[in-house]
C-alpha cells in the first residue's frame, strides 16, 4: 500500500504542562475525506495547529507527501500541497469574490513581483490563462453568480464556499476545513457539502473535515476520527462510528442540535 498523504503518528501537546492531545493518530489518504469530530475542547483545532505547522507538538510525527513535516513552516507545507480555512471567514473585505481566487493563484505561484499591490488593489489585470483557471474553479463550486460581487455582500454560506475557493485556488492536495458550516441554515450546509463533493472529485483534492453536524460527518467521510479529552477514542467507516457505545456516550448521544431534516 502507498503512504497516505497526510499522516500524524502518536501527537502528544501540552499547553502550560495540561495535556491537550496525548497519543493521536491521524491518516488521510489521497482523495479521502476524514472526518474529526468531538465535544467542545476535545483538541480538534490543536491538531488542525500540528499539521498545518502554526502548533510544534511535544512528542510525535506528521508526514505529508512522504516527508517529515513535523517541524516545519507553514509555507514549507503549503508548497507539498496543504492549505486549510478557518473557524471564522477571513477574507479581504474590499475584493470580489473572483478577485480573492485570482489573489490566491498568484500566492501560489509566487513569481509575482507585485504581491503587495494585487493584494491592496489587484495592480495587474488577470491573464486569460489565470481568468480561464478562476473561471473553471467558480464555476465548479457553483459561485458564477456571485464572482463580481464584493464578499461582504455574499451570504455567511457563500462566503464559506469563496473560502473553501480561495484554498482550492493553490491547487492543494489536501485542506483541512475547520467548521466550515458553522452558523449555516440547512439549504447552506448542503452547498458546502455538494461543493466538497465536486472538488474531491474533480480536482482529487482530500479533505480533513471538523466539524459539529455529526450527521454530515456521517455521509461525507470515508473515515471518521473521534477525539474526546485530546485522545482518539473511536476511529473507523461511519457505519462502525455510529454504532460505536463509546462514541455514543461521549459525544452522539449530548450533540448539539443539529440541523435537520435533511
Ligand atoms: N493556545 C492555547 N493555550 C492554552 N490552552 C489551549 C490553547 N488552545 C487550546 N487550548 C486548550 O486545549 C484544549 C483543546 O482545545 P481545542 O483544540 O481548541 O479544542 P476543540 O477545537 O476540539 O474545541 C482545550 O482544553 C483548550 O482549552
Ligand atoms: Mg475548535
Redesign the pocket.
Known amino acids: 500500500m502507498s503512504d497516505p498523504l497526510l499522516h500524524a503518528h502518536e501527537i502528544a501537546v501540552s499547553?502550560?504542562g495540561?495535556g491537550?492531545l496525548a497519543g493521536v493518530d491521524l491518516t488521510v489518504p489521497a482523495r479521502s475525506i476524514v472526518g474529526l469530530v468531538?465535544p467542545?475542547?476535545?483538541?480538534?483545532?490543536?491538531?488542525f495547529g500540528v499539521l498545518s505547522g502554526l502548533l510544534s507538538p511535544r512528542s510525535g510525527r506528521v508526514e505529508l507527501a512522504g516527508a517529515d513535516v513535523t517541524r516545519a513552516s507553514p509555507q514549507r507545507r503549503a508548497r507539498l500541497g496543504l492549505a486549510r480555512t478557518f473557524q471564522r471567514l477571513e477574507l479581504f473585505d474590499e475584493l470580489t469574490v473572483r478577485d480573492h481566487l485570482v489573489v490566491a493563484r498568484r500566492i501560489r505561484e509566487r513569481r509575482d513581483r507585485s504581491l503587495l499591490r494585487d493584494l491592496v488593489g489587484l495592480g495587474r489585470r488577470p491573464s486569460p490563462g489565470e481568468d480561464e483557471a478562476v473561471d473553471a474553479l467558480l464555476d465548479l463550486l457553483d459561485l458564477g453568480k456571485f464572482a463580481n460581487q464584493p464578499v461582504p455582500l455574499v451570504p455567511l454560506g457563500t462566503g464559506r464556499i469563496v473560502e473553501l475557493a480561495r484554498a482550492l485556488a493553490t491547487e492543494p492536495r489536501v485542506v483541512l476545513l475547520d467548521e466550515p458550516t458553522s452558523g449555516l441554515d440547512v439549504h447552506e450546509t448542503e452547498r458546502v457539502a455538494t461543493a466538497l463533493r465536486a472538488a474531491r472529485a474533480d480536482r482529487g483534492v482530500a479533505f480533513v473535515l471538523?466539524e459539529h453536524d455529526v450527521e454530515l460527518v456521517l455521509q461525507l467521510c470515508d473515515d471518521i476520527t473521534v477525539?474526546d479529552f485530546?485522545r482518539v477514542i473511536a476511529h473507523g467507516p461511519p457505519d462502525e462510528i455510529r454504532a460505536s457505545a463509546d462514541v455514543q456516550a461521549a459525544y452522539l448521544g449530548t450533540a448539539p442540535a443539529q440541523k435537520t431534516p435533511r
Open positions: 499547553f502550560g495540561v491537550a468531538g467542545n475542547g476535545a483538541g480538534k483545532t490543536t491538531l471538523v477525539l485530546g
